[in-house]
């Protein structure tokens, strides 16, 4: 119910406001649409703090797969080469059709996007958000290597350097 009311009002603002990030995907459909299943490559991660995507530093080459887990919920897995060792994470989305398109990991809220906002149809964004910690981040994935280059440089210079799409504006 509070998704549906939310989508509704992120609509009408894209209307008013139409250089806002697209609307985010449905939770449930991450679970039902085999588009979003799979394997993903990750090609990078931008946020305001350090700290949020310390994590992340030295990362250099990783594979995820996103699949349904027990109880309406999305996991990721992923094989991490971070500075010469490899390491496994995994998250574990909780998805509540109430609450759709917003997902629980742990402390968290997620939201996913389908790349046309970084101009990559294969690509998949995944905005993590702590309203404890006050984590920030977006991460990027895409379908295949090959997409890796240009997307990449296309989302660093949007977004890592929170760069508005419609102005050039930094955000400070």
Not at 157 to 162: I, N, V
Request: aromatic residues 12%; negative net charge.
């Amino acid at each position: 119910m509070i998704g549906s009311v939310l989508g509704i009002l992120y609509g009408v603002a894209q209307i008013l406001v139409p250089c806002l990030p697209p609307t985010p995907l449905s939770s449930q459909g991450l679970l039902t649409n085999e588009k979003y299943l799979g394997k993903w490559y990750y090609m990078g991660v931008a946020s305001w703090e350090k700290e949020d995507i310390a994590t992340f530093e030295g990362v250099d080459n990783s594979v995820a797969v996103l699949h349904k887990g027990v109880n309406s919920s999305a996991v990721m897995t992923a094989a991490m080469h971070i500075e010469g060792q490899c390491k496994t994470l995994s998250w574990t989305y909780k998805i509540d059709p109430d609450s759709d398109p917003f997902m629980e990991e742990g402390e968290h809220i997620a939201l996913a996007f389908d790349g046309k906002w970084v101009k990559c149809p294969t690509c998949l964004l995944l905005l993590k958000m702590g309203s404890e910690s006050g984590l920030l981040r977006i991460m990027l994935f895409g379908q295949s290597p090959q997409a890796f280059s240009f997307n990449l440089e296309v989302f660093v210079q949007s977004y890592a350097k929170f760069e508005h799409p419609c102005t050039n504006d930094t955000f400070g």
